[in-house]
């Protein structure tokens, strides 16, 4: 990629993306100074480059030389268009220039040609410099770099001043090691349980507090970063919802475990953030692009950002919890974990109740929050956009399983059944939008999401499933004691009229 860039600066070297080129024109690269090349050309805009590019090459060879010189031209300015490492020359533009914008400014202006042809004998001095020794090459840097970072200075925008903060955010890899310790807060725990009840586990739980909180640090630490090289809130892409939404879901299991000490919040917090983390590292590497790049226009807003979006993202965080601990109260209870320990259901279950309480209050928050900003910047037509109404799904969801519960309509069972179910609705709004292809939200498309989210909802259904049996059993176990009672009721009255007659 880098090659591509400083493609017209290596005449004479054979470059890999060179080979598309027919024979022709690559010995001709080999001799051709592009910089030369460029003083001796009239001026001339993009198109009318395209439209002599596009026309019939006349019979003579200097024709046929002049068209070859200009297609080659245009690949090696095309090629280097990626890399923007030039400030432009007026001060009152903001956006930077690579190499090949700078050589298509050169063509089509002669007043700014100097400029042009300065820029590219900079980058020729830096590309020999660096087929000689190693202090050669820092030496023909440190020049560069200082001359354009006077330039910059100049220009009085304070561009590159968090440069550094940049550098150092992915020096510090601060994401990848907030996975290491979840990883090892899970690998603790799970010794823990060899020895429940003893010191040893009790060392190991505090072991375990220990790893999740420099975890969450690290977390903490690199969303901080990217707020303060960016000049912006937490959540500005689907990348940054992964790692904030990670962070604040754990954070609030171990609230949960700092007010039930029942080790479910330890586990959940682990188990969140390690696949959370795992996911933000996988879906990096599955774009390969800049997850701080420019933002869309209607997103370029640092109030609605600060308040709608970090707002819904924190629902969002609150209902994967939920579905997390729905998860582990009906899988446990299936599996017999603690079987006949009804004080720690109860605290499960009152936990998932505090939780989908909170998920509903920043849903419906967010959702409101997110009307109005949506009316403000598209109009009226927003209002059934389908990211609007997936939000919408979240609060109505809470709201069905909170007066289910109210009614009596749902108890423990019920509660964490639905719990899951909201995971699901959680994961189609949060990803699952994106892709539809329809409305104003279509910005995040991400490829291959639909089979992993399939994958997800057929998981989620399963655990579903599991409440069928417990429901049934617990029906069975009612009409048991409901027929103990009437047949003890029954005893009685006989024994009565016995002792009557």
């Known amino acids: 990629y880098l090659m591509g860039q400083f493609g017209f600066a290596r005449k004479g070297e054979a470059l890999t993306h060179e080979s598309v080129l027919p024979d022709e024109l690559r010995e001709l690269a080999s001799r051709l100074d592009m910089t030369e090349m460029l003083d001796r050309m009239p001026e001339l805009s993009m198109q009318q480059l395209m439209q002599s590019l596009q026309s019939p090459a006349g019979g003579t060879e200097d024709e046929k030389l002049l068209k070859g010189a200009m297609q080659l031209f245009f690949f090696h300015a095309n090629s280097g268009r990626g890399f923007a490492i030039f400030p432009p020359e007026s001060k009152e533009t903001e956006t930077w220039m690579s190499i090949g914008d700078v050589m298509l400014t050169g063509l089509s202006s002669k007043a700014e040609r100097p400029w042009a042809m300065e820029r590219m ?13 190693g202090p050669t090459f820092a030496a023909a840097l440190k020049t560069f770099s200082e001359k354009h970072r006077a330039e910059v200075d100049a220009r009085g925008r304070g561009e590159g001043d968090r440069s550094h903060l940049e550098v150092k955010l992915y020096q510090g890899d601060y994401f990848y090691y907030s996975l290491v310790w979840f990883i090892l807060g899970f690998v603790l725990l799970a010794f823990s349980w060899l020895a429940p009840g003893t010191s040893f586990s009790k060392y190991l739980t505090w072991a375990v507090v220990g790893c999740l909180v420099v975890a969450l640090v690290y977390n903490v630490t690199g969303i901080t970063m990217r707020c303060l090289i960016r000049h912006r809130p937490p959540i500005t892409n689907l990348y940054d919802t992964v790692i904030f939404i990670t962070g604040v879901a754990v954070l609030l299991a171990l609230i949960l475990e700092r007010f039930t000490r029942i080790g479910v919040g330890l586990f959940v917090g682990t188990l969140i953030g390690v696949a959370g983390m795992f996911l933000s590292i ?4 599955k774009e390969a692009t800049d997850t701080m790049g420019q933002l869309v226009a209607v997103l370029d807003t640092n109030f609605w950002l ?6 819904i993202n924190i ?3 609150a209902g994967m919890l939920s579905a997390v601990l729905g998860a582990v109260y009906l899988v446990g209870r299936l599996t017999g974990l603690r079987r006949g320990d009804k004080a720690f259901y109860k605290t499960l279950n009152s936990m998932n109740y505090g939780i989908i309480c909170f998920c509903l209050f920043f849903s ?3 959702t409101v929050l997110g009307g109005i900003w949506a009316n403000y910047s598209w109009g009226r037509f927003w209002g059934w956009d389908p990211k609007e109404n997936g939000a919408l799904m979240i609060c109505l969801w809470t709201l069905v399983i909170l007066h289910g519960r109210m009614g009596g309509y749902i108890r423990e069972i019920g509660i964490n ?10 994961t189609f709004s949060w990803w ?4 539809l292809g329809i409305g104003l939200h279509t910005y995040g498309f991400t490829i291959g999401i639909w089979y992993w989210l399939g994958i997800s909802w057929l998981v989620m259904a399963l655990i579903m499933l599991c409440g069928l049996p417990l429901w049934l059993q617990e029906r069975a176990e009612r009409e048991r004691k409901q027929l103990e009672k009437s047949g003890g009721k029954k005893k009685k009255s006989g024994g009565a009229a016995t002792s009557a007659a």
């Open 315 to 317: 629902g969002y965080a």
């Open 306 to 311: 600060a308040t709608h979006v970090t707002i």
């Open 121 to 133: 004998n900079e980058i020729i001095t830096l590309v020999e410099a660096a087929s000689q020794d």
């Open 364 to 366: 419906l928050v967010g």
């Open 417 to 426: 059944v639905n719990a899951v179910f909201l995971g699901m609705l959680v």
């Open 432 to 435: 699952g939008v994106n892709n």
């Open 282 to 285: 996988k879906y990096e590497a």
